[in-house]
């Protein structure tokens, strides 16, 4: 599915219940080059991703009368695959993973900072730049220029954060991996610290990319981190 784009301009979707802080970050986006879209509840937000079909989603955790986290798990099952940001209020390990459990890519805190904010923005709007060439590893393919793998012929779908990890790994085969290594370069300064963000990602690639009788490739060596080798 394609996203729209407004006089050439990636569509933001921000969903916000505080008009005033939505026209904060609006502006900030409209300066930026961005084209902001405003929804205002849940049920608006969910019939704009579906109209509009955003590059990016903004969304509150604490949406006034509903959950920011419901609303991330209704665009997934409603498939939207755009990267979702969720704006929260804390930063613990229950709440990022949380966050990544509903579907959302990345989170940023209040009180809003521009900076910081536009900044990730960035980081999920960069223009990709096709590439042809693929990844390798025993029957797992990877391919760059679509961001999708591809096993036994069967096409799996990616979202940004398991397509980088993946990527790393299938970059270093055999080579054990060490926590602080895949931190710092999958996920780099967002998620320093002790966390279990790895372990939650290493799970949904498995889910993806090991099906029925497909033999494991992740493996974990304990006490220290990852590794992608045959059994």
Same mark, same amino acid.
């Given at each position: 599915?394609?996203?729209?784009?407004? *006089? *050439?301009? %990636?569509?933001?979707?921000?969903?916000?219940? &505080?008009?005033?802080? +939505?026209?904060?970050?609006? #502006?900030?986006?409209?300066?930026?080059?961005?084209?902001?879209?405003? !929804?205002?509840?849940?049920? @608006?937000? @969910? $019939?704009? +991703? /579906?109209?509009?079909?955003?590059?990016?989603?903004?969304?509150?955790?604490?949406?006034?009368?509903?959950?920011?986290?419901?609303?991330?798990?209704?665009? =997934?099952? !409603?498939?939207?695959? !755009?990267?979702?940001?969720?704006? @929260?209020?804390?930063?613990?390990?229950?709440?990022?993973?949380?966050?990544?459990?509903?579907?959302?890519? &990345?989170?940023?805190?209040? %009180?809003?900072?521009?900076?910081?904010?536009?900044?990730?923005? $960035?980081?999920?709007?960069? %223009?990709?730049?096709?590439?042809?060439?693929?990844?390798?590893?025993?029957?797992?393919?990877?391919?760059?220029?679509? $961001?999708?793998?591809?096993?036994?012929?069967?096409?799996?779908?990616?979202?940004?954060?398991?397509?980088?990890?993946?990527?790393?790994?299938?970059?270093? %085969?055999?080579?054990?991996?060490? =926590?602080?290594?895949?931190?710092?370069?999958?996920?780099?300064?967002?998620?320093?610290?002790?966390?279990?963000?790895?372990?939650?990602?290493?799970?949904?690639?498995? #889910?993806? /990319?090991?099906?029925?009788?497909?033999? $494991?490739?992740?493996?974990?060596?304990?006490?220290?981190?990852?590794?992608?080798?045959?059994?």
């Amino acid at each position: 599915m394609n996203t729209i784009t407004i *006089n *050439n301009s %990636p569509c933001v979707l921000v969903i916000e219940t &505080d008009e005033t802080l +939505a026209q904060s970050v609006s #502006l900030d986006l409209k300066e930026s080059g961005y084209e902001p879209v405003v !929804a205002y509840d849940a049920n @608006m937000g @969910m $019939r704009q +991703a /579906i109209e509009r079909q955003p590059a990016l989603i903004v969304v509150d955790r604490m949406l006034a009368g509903d959950s920011g986290l419901g609303v991330c798990k209704n665009l =997934r099952r !409603a498939g939207s695959r !755009a990267p979702v940001l969720l704006m @929260m209020a804390r930063d613990s390990v229950d709440d990022r993973v949380a966050c990544l459990e509903a579907g959302a890519d &990345d989170y940023f805190l209040k %009180p809003y900072r521009s900076e910081t904010f536009l900044k990730l923005v $960035r980081l999920y709007l960069q %223009p990709d730049n096709y590439s042809s060439e693929q990844l390798r590893f025993c029957d797992l393919v990877l391919d760059l220029g679509t $961001r999708r793998a591809l096993r036994n012929g069967r096409v799996i779908d990616l979202t940004m954060k398991e397509y980088d990890l993946l990527k790393y790994l299938m970059e270093h %085969p055999r080579e054990v991996l060490t =926590r602080e290594q895949i931190l710092e370069n999958v996920w780099g300064d967002n998620f320093m610290g002790e966390s279990n963000v790895i372990e939650v990602y290493i799970r949904y690639l498995r #889910l993806k /990319i090991e099906q029925e009788n497909e033999r $494991r490739l992740i493996q974990t060596v304990r006490g220290v981190g990852y590794v992608l080798r045959e059994t």
